[in-house]
């Protein structure tokens, strides 16, 4: 589990006279998961010893569900300002039965010093929050737009920047993150998705698009070849409707253009209910039998459940929402031009299916297109070499960006 991860029962005696977590012992909880986190972390003085005491300034708290004694909730920590002498941590209280949200709370904080007067938030607090270098997990950690997300960085040179799907994570992509060592491969975690943190709200195309286009911007990247599968595509063509000249090139697996139909749209609210009440296992079921080819290994079946498994409920419920009100792309395809483009489609892909992929093809000035035969919706690990040495192809087809 993640340092920012703390779990702690409720007990009887914190609870009231209806069995339910009092609130004031709830804000009890929540100061005693900020301090084990830093008795795991850096240490419970790491302020002190920096001549530096954080005075709480303003706390909110929602309370979305109760919470009874004997239930473990998970509290999860995320820096969400950083600014010279305050901070705010924003945290939230999972059920870990069954991820439920139990709270979330915000706390700004002033550092203050024996006078009481404000100074500086020590430099290593921040450090350990953000780990940005940090490698946990296999992951770098950095926050962008207040969230914190979980990034595999890898190599040097230009960069590439892949783009998972829905509900997928940045593992979907660690063939070619292993195999293409000429360039510098950037593959986060969605907000919402695998390590990264999962805001309650704030789920959009556009967001994610400015989460990648900030985290371009914290690794020094002015330009990147986007590389998105699925919803990752439809990411990259929000991307691309506001920052076209920081995309050197474009590769697009198993993704559509088009818009979600009226149809599409109720289906997307129906499984967010299910998501709300089933949890992501629920989700991971019915996705499943579309995700991947017949031919499927037993071991890959069971990796992309864990994934999908895995997926906080926030953020599956959160890229429902944003797929579904997503704007059309089918207009913008015309306009790509000077784009290399290289776009491929598993052969047995239900979801996004060939047909879809060659209507983008033709509709893109400088596109190719790819059919991987063994494979459905999820090519990068179906069929991996074919994957890394398509991508392999295109990239070296390019000039150095
Ligand atoms: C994905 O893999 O990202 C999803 O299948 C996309 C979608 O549901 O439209």
């Known amino acids: 589990m993640a340092t920012q991860e703390i779990d702690l029962t409720v007990y009887p005696d914190e609870c009231d006279a209806f069995g339910h ?15 084990e986190m830093l008795a795991r972390g850096p240490g419970m003085d790491i302020f002190s010893r920096n ?27 995320a820096l969400t300002h950083h600014g010279r002498t305050s901070f705010t941590v924003r945290q939230t209280a999972r059920r870990v039965r069954d991820d439920a949200l139990i709270a979330t709370a915000e706390f700004v904080f002033v550092c203050v010093n024996r006078e ?37 960085v890898e190599g040097e040179g230009s960069t590439v ?9 940045r593992t979907i992509w660690e063939p070619q993150v292993a195999g293409l060592d000429r360039w510098r491969r950037i593959a986060p975690d969605l907000r919402g998705m695998g390590l990264s943190d999962a805001p309650d709200l704030g789920y959009s195309m556009a967001t994610y698009a400015a989460d990648l286009a900030a985290l371009l911007d914290a690794f020094g990247a002015d330009r990147a070849v ?49 998501a709300r009440e089933g949890g992501a296992a629920a989700i991971a079921e ?46 913008m395809l015309a306009s790509l031009t000077a784009l290399p483009t290289l776009i491929m489609v598993g052969a047995e892909d239900r979801l996004t299916p060939p047909a879809r992929a060659s209507a983008m093809a033709s509709a893109i000035p400088d596109a190719r297109m790819i059919v991987v035969a063994g494979a459905a919706h999820l090519p990068t690990l ?15 087809g390019l000039e150095a960006w």
Not at 21 to 34: G, T, V
Not at 143 to 151: E, H, Q, R
Not at 161 to 169: A, C, Q
């Open 21 to 35: 977590l009092n609130q004031a012992s709830f804000l009890a909880l929540f100061e005693r998961a900020r301090w």
């Open 286 to 331: 019915t996705m499943l039998p579309n995700m991947l080819a017949g031919s499927a290994s037993a071991e890959l079946v069971q990796r992309v459940r864990a994934i999908m498994t895995a997926a906080p409920v926030a953020g599956i419920v959160g890229a429902l929402g944003a797929m579904r009100d997503r704007p059309d792309s089918v207009g």
């Open 161 to 169: 920047l892949f783009i998972h799907g829905y509900p997928l994570d």
């Open 226 to 274: 986007l590389c998105g599968l699925s919803m990752g595509g439809y990411i990259a063509f929000e991307f691309l409707r506001r920052w076209r000249e920081r995309v050197a090139g474009l590769i697009l697996v198993d993704t559509r253009a088009e818009a979600d139909s009226a149809e599409g749209k109720r289906l997307r609210d129906e499984a967010a209910a299910l």
């Open 116 to 152: 009481g007067k404000p100074t500086p938030v020590p430099a290593d607090f921040g450090e350990f929050m953000n780990a940005r270098s940090t490698p946990r997990e296999g992951a770098t950690r950095i926050t962008v737009n207040g969230v914190n997300l979980a990034v595999n």
């Open 51 to 77: 001549g530096a005491w954080p005075a709480v300034r303003k706390a909110t708290v929602d309370y979305s569900a109760p919470a009874y004694p004997g239930d473990v909730l998970r509290f999860h920590q």
């Open 382 to 396: 179906e069929q991996p070499t074919v994957v890394t040495d398509s991508v392999r192809a295109f990239l070296e």
